[in-house]
Each structure stands twice: as C-alpha cells, then as structure tokens.
C-alpha cells in the first residue's frame, strides 16, 4: 500500500514546498494456512543479467531494466547508500514492481523493467533488481541538486561489433567509459547517440555494450540507430519513458511493432526537455508515419512541456549536418528538408545526432540555411537569433568503426545541397567544425543558466584499444589524416559556447534557496519504507485481523504566528491483481510519539468492520491549537485492519494518503 504525501497550505500561510514521498503498507491475508505467493513463482530461480540504469520522466525517477531466465514476479529494491550495513539492505528500502515480457525466439528468456520514482536529491541510493532469496548484484547510483547548472556526456555509435572483433570493440568502449566518466564524476546523464550495437538482435554484442558498471550507475538516455532497429532485443534491454509506440514511430508502420524497435519520447531532468526519435522512421513509403510524425511530435512536445524549459535538445540517430560517409545520403537529404524548419520554429537549441562516424558541429542553423553570413569557421561562441539552432554529430565513442570526411559537390549551399562553405571550401557549407582522426571521444555538454557549452574530447589516442586502428580497417591516425601525432587523451578537439535566444522580451532568472526557519513542514521520518501488517488472523471464524504501525510523521512549526496546523489522512481501496476490499476496513489510534509542536493527537477510529467508513474518509492524525509552541513533534498512529473471511487470499496494497493544513 503506497503512503502518498501531499501538503495544502492555507491562504494566509507561504507555501514552502510542495511534493509527494511515497511508502507502502500492505497486508498479506492467508485463508488456507499457507502463504499467498502463486505456485508457478514458488519455487523458480531466475538468473538476472543485463542490468542498466536507465533515465526517468525527471530528475527524481530513474528507469531499471534487466533480463531475467524465468518468468517470476520481481522488483527494484532501493535505499539510501547510508542505510546498509554491511551490504545488508534495510527492512525500510523501498521495493518497485517490475513489468515485462518473454523476450524474441533468438535471445529466449525474459524482460524486466521498474521504475524507480520519489528520489531525494544528494543523496547516494543502492539498487538491485530480482525477488526475495534471489537478487542481483548490488549496484548505485547518486543523485544531485534538483535544480542549477549540470553536465551530461554524449556519446556517438558504439556499434559493438562493427570491427569483426567483439573483444576489442568492447575494450575501445570500456576505455571511452572509463575516460568521460572518470574525468567528469559528477555528469548527470549519460547520453545515446545510437547504434549501441552492430546487430540488432545479436546478445553477445548487447551483453559487450552493458558490460561497463557506469551504466549501472549513471542514467543512459537511449537512442535508437538503424543497427538497433531491425528487432526487439533494443526495447528490451532500454525502456524509456513518456514513449509513443505508435505505429508511426515505427520504421514500417503498425506491423513492425512486434518485430521491431522504435518510438518517439521525451523527458525533462532539471528544466532542459529532451525530446528522442526513432529517425529510422523517415519514409511513410515504408509503412511508418514518416518526418511528418516526427515533427507533429516534437511539436505536440514542445507545445506542452517547452515553456517550463530553459532549453530544448533534441536527440535522434541520423545526422542530417555531418561530414563523412552519411553526408548525401537520398535519406538524409530528406530529413534536412523536412526537420530544419520545423525545429527553428520550435525554438529548438541543440540537436544531437549519430550516424556519420565522425565529429561535426554546425553553424548556427535557421529555417535550413545557415544564419549568420558572418560567423566564421571554427567560432567559439554563437549567440543564436530567434529560430538558430547548432547540430552536433559525435564520432565514435568506442573506436569500431570511423567514416573519412568526404567533399562537398554542386549540389546547393542550402536545403538539402552538399555544397562548400564559401569560406572553407573543404567544409560541407553547414559546418563550422569537421574532424576525423580516427581516434574516439566523446562530445561535453555544460548546461549553464544562460549558455550550452560543447566540447569534443579525445577518449584514446591511436594506441589499443582503437579496434579499426588494430586490425587496419583504417590506414592513418591523428590530426590531419595522420600528418601529425594523435593529441593526449582528454584534450579537447573543438569547444563552443551557445547562447540561446530570448525572443523579443528578457528573461528574468532568480534562484529561491530552500526556505529559512521560521516556517511549517512535515515529513515521513526515516526512509518511508513499507508498512507491513503482516499476515492477517482468524478471529472466531467470521473476520481476519491484522495490526501494525504508520510511518511516524514529524511535524516542525517554527511560524512566528504560531497558527494552528492539522495532518489528516485517508485511505483507499486495497487491491491485488484484479482483487479487491474496502478501505474502511482499515482504523486507528493516533498517538503522540514525541511531544512538541503543540501535537495532540486526533480521535481513534475503529474498523469499518464494526461499523461506520474507517479511514476511507479524511481522519485527524495530530494537530495542534493556536498559540502552540514553536517546536517539532512527532505523531503517529496504530493501525487496525479487520475485514471479512470470505476475502479471496492475496497480497492486497492500497495507498494512504496525507494532507497538512497550516492556519
């Protein structure tokens, strides 16, 4: 049973802060003397692989997927870092359901998915997936401020197994991993450019790319390429969030849906809006909805969630602006017809892109040309008018596979031509930057209150692991085509601060510290675990009983006013898979834990079992009159549950949920 937390503040009071923590109670009814866990699950052990920590819709959820070999019930189990002793989970971690299905034919086993939600931020949390007597390793991760400036680290095609050789390609990408994370300990997300693997459905190469533990310990926000596309295994392993799996976000349409990867979604982690497609569905020839979907989702997106972001960065596989191999691609050329526009007139700031095997950063972008005649190659600052917008391509951030830059043509300095930049020839006319020195990095983002900073940085040198390197698949390394010796690993190639357009107004910014004493708050004291009643009794053959206790609730009231404040409660329906009985079943006696506050505690409220609605109707826990001292006081309750024998057995939960009102 979720213990849901809300506060309501009168008019006359400020409101501090308004949030939601979530615990659970839950009761297990046995009518047969024996425990309700389904036969099926009983006696199953699963082994548990694949584990990665994925993004959520914001900054206080995270997304945990994971392979499973048996089909049993599973969770996340969760708790503060702190809170272990001696690697021991906590009776208090939290535990969320997991979700999923048997994967395809070629990989067999099961998927498995949960959603972690109600993170605190700086705070270090641990994890593992799996069920009771049979759990994974434990791995973690550390939130941090909610709000403020952040770092996140984009990485271009991986594509395990691109080079022929599994072992090395792995290597080149655990390097890369170990190089970013390591000199950036404190970057937030990390980002897909696509292509995690070469083979779609391919598990050796997917076992390859999760092998690093920081995507264990960092959120990877995924993307899918045209190598992740032609089968399930892409969805399996990355679940997403806010996703339209419609069939218009399919490369083929609404029959590709079980056989293939794809998607639209969007998320918002500290006021940027991450908007990610699935770019293989560019053709409504093929059967999908096309770029025409693509943009009435970005712009649906942006219709609905952009005035609450600083920024909007746009995410998807195929490059549109890049300098190599994908340059003049028939697909490409279509999509730089059909996004540019669109994206200039959603305010769009930054677009990351995949794909070409090669690093590109674009001049600043309007409507599909380039903006400002005047910014130069190579600029280091770009100020966007209304409607810029600056592509970035990454190479690849595990050294599989690089595309040499290829030459601009004839074919136009606008639109979809393939035409040189008048004032560097060598470059494609859209790109400011162009590099390809067959060695991997990775491209910075630094996401400050008024400007983007990007860097691409080195992650190797032309030393193993560089797999296309090794086995000759290229035939020079380093700067110039080699001219010159590879540069120190963590050297910057290219860095360029943007500033974003304000339209024709200007933006006021204030940062609102949390709130100085003198004000009325509550919280659910320790980590807001489950509220286990236990197993339920016979009582004269007629009801089952079960007891226990809430989480005890801290209240501080420091006003000056020294107002008269209430926390009340009710509770709904307990459920289980379809099952169901009353909340009113449910009473208490409230109690004062610790004194302080001017904390009375309410009435006790006996079982509806006995008569009357229980706790399915708002109930006093504690409050306090007037004139109370300015203190903290702890209040709690004793719950008592009494409902009928003829209830089916089962594990039942339902969800408390408290409201504080302060005069």
């Known amino acids: 049973m979720f213990l849901i937390a809300s506060t309501e503040h009168a008019a006359r009071t400020r409101r501090r802060v308004s949030w939601i923590a979530t615990a659970a109670i839950g009761a297990s009814l046995v009518l047969s003397g024996t425990a309700a866990v389904p036969a099926a699950m009983a006696d199953t052990t699963a082994t548990l692989s694949g584990v990665i920590l994925g993004v959520g819709a914001d900054e206080t959820q995270r997304i945990v997927t994971w392979y499973s070999s048996a089909d049993t019930a599973q969770t996340v189990q969760v708790a503060p870092t702190s809170t272990l002793v001696n690697g021991q989970f906590p009776a208090s971690a939290t535990t969320f359901s997991a979700s999923g299905t048997a994967n395809i034919a070629s990989s067999g086993g099961f998927n498995r998915h949960a959603t972690i939600t109600g993170l605190a931020e700086n705070t270090a949390y641990s994890y593992r997936v799996g069920s009771e007597g049979n759990w994974s390793s434990t791995s973690a991760f550390t939130t ?24 090395k390609d792995q290597a080149g990408w655990q390097e890369t991993m170990n190089v970013a994370v390591g000199a950036n300990p404190h970057a937030e997300l990390l980002v897909s450019g696509g292509d995690q693997v070469e083979t779609a459905n391919t598990e050796a ?3 390859a790319f999760l092998a690093p533990d920081q995507l264990r310990q960092y959120p990877w926000v995924a993307t899918i390429g045209n190598h992740d596309v032609g089968g399930k295994a892409y969805e399996q392993h990355l679940y997403t969030p806010n996703t339209d799996r419609s069939g218009a976000y399919y490369r083929k349409g609404s029959g590709s849906t079980g056989t293939e990867s794809g998607g639209d979604y969007w998320f918002m982690y500290k006021d940027v809006l991450y908007i990610d497609l699935n770019s293989n569905s560019y053709a409504t020839s093929q059967g999908g909805g096309g770029d025409e979907a693509h943009i009435a989702y970005v712009t649906d997106v942006v219709n609905k969630h952009g005035a609450d972001a600083k920024y909007t960065v746009l995410v998807y596989h195929h490059a549109i602006y890049s300098p190599a191999d994908h340059a003049k691609d028939a697909d490409n050329k279509v999509r730089r017809v059909d996004f540019p526009t669109a994206f200039s007139k959603l305010g769009v700031d930054l677009v990351l892109q995949g794909h070409d095997h090669s690093y590109s950063r674009s001049y600043e972008i309007k409507n599909g040309a380039k903006a400002n005649p005047d910014e130069k190659p190579g600029q280091d600052e770009v100020f966007e008018g209304p409607g810029g917008v600056v592509y970035v ?77 090794e086995l000759k698949k290229v035939l020079w390394c380093g700067p110039e085509n080699g001219a010159k010796p590879a540069e120190a690993v963590g050297t910057i190639q290219d860095e360029v601060t943007i500033h974003p357009n304000h339209g024709d107004g200007q933006d006021i910014q204030v940062d609102v510290p949390t709130g100085a004493p003198g004000e009325f708050g509550w919280t659910i004291n320790g980590h807001n675990g489950l509220v286990d009643l236990g197993t ?39 459920v289980d898979n379809g099952k169901t009985f009353k909340g009113s079943f449910l009473g208490w006696v409230p109690k004062v834990v610790t004194p302080g506050a001017g904390a009375v505690a309410g009435a006790a409220v006996g079982s509806g079992y006995d008569g009357g609605d229980g706790l399915a109707v708002s109930r006093v826990l504690g409050s306090a009159p007037a004139g109370h001292d300015r203190s903290a006081g702890v209040v709690g309750a004793d719950l008592d549950l009494k409902v009928p024998n003829s209830i089916d057995k089962g594990s039942y939960r339902a969800t408390l949920t408290l409201t504080a009102l302060a005069g």
């Open 393 to 469: 391509t990454a190479n690849t951030a595990s050294g599989s596979k690089y595309y040499d830059i290829t030459a601009p043509d004839n074919s136009g300095t606008s639109g979809a031509g393939n035409g040189a930049d008048p004032l560097n020839p060598a470059n494609y006319w859209y790109n400011s930057v162009q590099n390809q020195e067959h060695v991997r990095s990775y491209v910075k983002v630094q996401v400050k209150k008024d400007q983007l900073v990007v860097q691409n940085i080195r992650s190797g040198t032309c030393d193993a692991p560089n797999a296309a390197v």
């Open 205 to 207: 190469q997917w076992n």
């Open 144 to 167: 941090q401020s909610f709000e403020g400036d952040y770092d996140f680290l984009f990485f271009g095609d991986p594509q395990i197994g691109a080079s022929g050789d599994l072992a």
């Open 536 to 574: 339920a009794e016979e009582k004269n053959l007629q009801y089952f009983e079960a007891t226990g206790q809430i989480n005890p609730i801290t209240v501080t009231d420091t006003r000056r006013s020294k107002a008269a404040w209430s926390v009340s409660a009710s509770v709904g329906d307990f």
